[in-house]
């Protein structure tokens, strides 16, 4: 993707995302203050616990709202997570090169960060004042190493099992291409 098309994307996604945030913050706000407004309506011909209540209902709706909006944010979320892990993956000194080779120089980075993780852990936690605070940045930095490359292995194997599934599906396209030809000539 070029620089251009990727800042026409940014600009396009990164409002979308500002506005499907709020709008859901908002319906997660309605679904705990809207049952408030409603309590102790019973809804007639209803006859199943909790949606015999308006509050149920409501608290619901809003929160089923609230969850479209942030699927839809985070349909475009993954955007940005997908150039971050561009980024961060170059930084780590990981090239395009052959699929297998990324993915096991993913692994052994994902190894290294957890077994750093575990070693420094009980170095850090004894320091006065500061040291859970320490040793849960480590961890949380480890997870997001870890995340980081689970996704970029993923993404590895999709582009993989998307070439060769276009390859097999031009192959097949080929003998049902020959196979017509035949028939047009014995004709």
């Known amino acids: 993707?070029?620089?251009?098309?990727?800042?026409?994307?940014?600009?396009?996604?990164?409002?979308?995302?500002?506005?499907?945030l709020t709008v859901a913050f908002i319906f997660w706000i309605v679904s705990r203050i809207g049952p408030i407004f409603v309590t102790g309506i019973i809804i007639p011909g209803v006859n199943l616990e909790p949606f015999n209540?308006?509050?149920?209902?409501?608290?619901?709706a809003a929160t089923l709202i609230a969850l479209i909006f942030l699927m839809r944010a985070a349909s475009d979320i993954l955007f940005f997570v997908d150039i971050w892990t561009e980024i961060i993956v170059r930084y780590l000194g990981i090239r395009e090169e052959?699929?297998?080779?990324?993915?096991a120089r993913d692994i052994a980075y994902i190894i290294l960060a957890i077994l750093l993780a575990t070693a420094i852990s009980p170095i850090?936690?004894?320091?006065?004042q500061i040291g859970g605070y320490l040793t849960v940045a480590i961890s949380v930095t480890a997870l997001g190493v870890f995340l980081i490359l689970i996704y970029d292995i993923g993404r590895v194997i999709h582009g993989v099992l998307q070439r060769k599934t276009q390859r097999i599906a031009e192959w097949i396209g080929g003998l049902a291409g020959d196979k017509r030809e035949n028939n047009a000539e014995e004709s």
């Open 98 to 103: 052959r699929p297998l080779k990324r993915i």
């Open 1 to 20: 993707m070029s620089r251009k098309s990727i800042r026409a994307e940014v600009r396009t996604r990164f409002p979308r995302i500002v506005i499907n």
């Open 124 to 128: 850090i936690s004894p320091i006065p």
């Open 53 to 60: 209540h308006a509050e149920s209902i409501v608290s619901i």
